[in-house]
């Protein structure tokens, strides 16, 4: 990677006895939507107040935009920034609270209707912002983020509290806008989301990253998993017992039993000696089917390593 947006290394934030981020080395390439996972209470959140230059880090060293994070005023006119709930006067419209940040912040006026299009508030613009649902105010936050054409886009968990609909809205503007060759780097802790919109990922558990690189990367690392139902629930535990009698680790989960399928080279043979072993104890089984790792699965993996 010759052209990193971001690059940090060994950065930390202790809060008297309690440390927040312990020496995190992190990168993000350019043009990347970059998901930074991890728990609540993980570090996420300090550490983009870090680049913000929000937070002092206690020690460390990290550049944003090829520029030191000792210099936030360096790269801050090239960054937006959604941390936390969007705050906007609820009396005025939408346009007009871009208004004020346009002259504030010197920025063009014809960037108000460019950023409300992008987020697709053209035809509510003129509305209270007080009227908007939280979906809308989310986005109104992002289009504020955007009026100064930045380089960086940096989003703290931007779906919360939003409903399905709104979650989904989210993840679909997100994509738009990183197909104008726009980085953003979002912190959630919604994985399923982050899996379908994220090109490279960050994971950290207390403050400590666990992983670092593609999506792609991650899920291949991942092992598929049987999962077998049976057609009397009670022979679920029984058939727990079958599969671990063949050498394998099995867990029940509701009505059905997982079956890891790591380092298992010969899937069919495996597959056909459980069926043989449950057959032989009576045991009718109502689906065998194999299961392609999740990005949940890759998460809870690393975090319990870790």
Request: aromatic letters at 4%; charged letters at 20%; proline letters at 4%.
């Amino acid at each position: 990677m010759t052209d990193l947006v971001v690059e940090t290394h060994g950065l930390t934030k202790r809060y008297g006895q309690r440390t927040a981020v312990d020496g995190l080395d992190l990168t993000v390439p350019r043009g990347v939507v970059a998901g930074f996972i991890g728990a609540n209470g993980a570090g996420k959140t300090t550490t983009l107040r870090m680049l913000l230059g929000l937070v002092r880090p206690t020690s460390g060293t990290a550049t944003v935009l090829g520029h030191d994070l000792s210099e936030p005023s360096s790269y801050l006119p090239k960054v937006g920034a959604l941390i936390e709930a969007p705050s906007f006067y609820p009396g005025l419209s939408g346009e007009r609270n871009l208004r004020v940040q346009t002259t504030l912040g010197a920025i063009p006026d014809r960037r108000i209707g460019e950023v409300l299009d992008v987020v697709g508030l053209t035809g509510r613009g003129a509305d209270p912002y007080k009227s908007y649902s939280l979906g809308m105010k989310q986005r109104l936050g992002i289009a504020s983020a955007l009026l100064g054409s930045p380089e960086l886009l940096v989003l703290d968990e931007p779906t919360n509290g939003l409903d399905p609909t709104g979650i989904r809205e989210m993840r679909e503007l997100l994509r738009q806008v990183a197909d104008t060759g726009l980085t953003v780097l979002v912190s959630s802790h919604q994985l399923v989301e982050l899996e379908q919109v994220c090109d490279w990922l960050v994971m950290v558990d207390s403050g400590r990253r666990v992983f670092q690189g593609t999506t792609a990367q991650l899920l291949a690392a991942g092992s598929d998993r049987l999962v077998l139902a049976t057609e009397d629930p009670r022979d679920l535990d029984r058939l727990v017992t079958v599969v671990r009698d063949q050498g394998a680790l099995a867990e029940r989960q509701g009505r059905k039993v997982h079956v890891p399928l790591g380092g298992v080279e010969d899937v069919t043979g495996f597959l056909a000696g459980i069926n043989r072993a449950a057959m032989g104890e009576a045991i009718t089984l109502v689906e065998i089917a194999v299961a392609a790792g999740t990005l949940e699965d890759r998460y809870a993996s690393l975090v319990g390593a870790a």
